[in-house]
């Protein structure tokens, strides 16, 4: 068995962990601060959280192995995810928006691999990405979901899950070639600069309270910083596209905190997709660690 593709899969499964406890922290945020700037600011203290960790390769000349087209077009797939993300599930709504952009996120994800690889995933994995992205669907939607959406709404969640894809995909080169928080740090604030004119065009000034700059200081920190340092450095030993595919413990995650947390009671159909997500998880990492001596370290 490869330790290393092992120990960089439980490593996704917690980032995944920590992203599924953003919906939560936000639901208990008074709603002072507009989505935009949410997601502008989360970027701004991940970005902050690591250029501490980066500072001494950044005295090292680290950054310099950063040079090339990967770089500003992993920054501008952050960008276009956080803001897109944000559009398309206001248009098309929460749990419709979500399904879309996470459950489209792995698909894009091994349809982009195969293009760069000329090579399709293993059979088995492309079986447990569908299982896995079925059951997420069911239980983004809950049995209680309007299925409708304006077409506009539709393409931005799509566009949300190609750039979480892209950026998964070109992070995977990146890390090969510098450390996990100098690549974060260069992709993160790039796409903070992107995202701050966009939030102040479309969610004017800012006037959050200390509650809200609580929510966001920890999705920033946690939820975003520690979880995407997680992530990047998984990606050295597995493929990019399987790295996509585990994010999916993300709904997992927000499924029981919906119930400890938030009191909520889904439906059967919500608990049969978390039977299909957590079996199609296993399916994937199963694919993965078979792969792992043929696609080396």
């Not at 950054?63 to 500003?72: I, T, V, Y």
């Not at 946690?222 to 996509?244: D, E, M, P, Q």
């Amino acid at each position: 068995m490869n330790t290393a593709s092992l120990r960089s899969i439980a490593m996704v499964l917690l980032a995944a962990m920590l992203w599924g406890t953003t919906g939560t922290a936000q639901s208990l945020a008074p709603a002072t601060l507009s989505p935009y700037w949410v997601g502008a600011l989360r970027l701004g203290f991940a970005s902050a959280f690591f250029a501490v960790l980066a500072w001494p390769a950044l005295r090292r000349g680290a950054w310099r192995g950063l040079r090339g087209a990967a770089l500003p077009l992993a920054a501008l797939c952050v960008a276009a995810y956080n803001l897109s993300f944000f559009a398309g599930v206001k248009a098309s709504g929460v749990a419709l928006g979500t399904a879309l952009a996470i459950g489209s996120g792995p698909v894009w994800a091994g349809l982009l691999q195969t293009v760069a690889q000329r090579r399709w995933p293993a059979p088995a994995w492309w079986l447990g990405t569908l299982l896995g992205v079925a059951g997420g669907v069911a239980m983004a939607l809950d049995g209680g979901a309007d299925a409708r959406a304006p077409l506009s709404g539709i393409a931005l969640c799509l566009l949300a899950g190609l750039s979480y894809a892209g950026y998964a995909l070109l992070n995977k080169r990146l890390v090969a070639r510098a450390g996990p928080a100098m690549v974060n740090l260069a992709v993160f604030g790039g796409a903070g600069l992107l995202s701050l004119p966009v939030a102040l065009l479309l969610g004017g000034v800012p006037t959050p309270s200390a509650a809200t700059w609580g929510v966001v200081l920890y999705l920033g920190l946690a939820a975003t910083g520690l979880a995407y340092l997680l992530f990047s450095a998984a990606l050295r030993h597995i493929s990019g596209a399987t790295g996509v595919t585990l994010a999916l413990a993300e709904p997992v995650t927000a499924f029981a905190l919906a119930i400890l947390v938030v009191g909520e009671r889904p439906s059967a159909m919500a608990f049969w997709g978390l039977g299909g997500v957590l079996a199609g998880l296993l399916l994937v990492i199963w694919s993965e660690l078979r792969a792992a001596p043929k696609l080396g370290a």
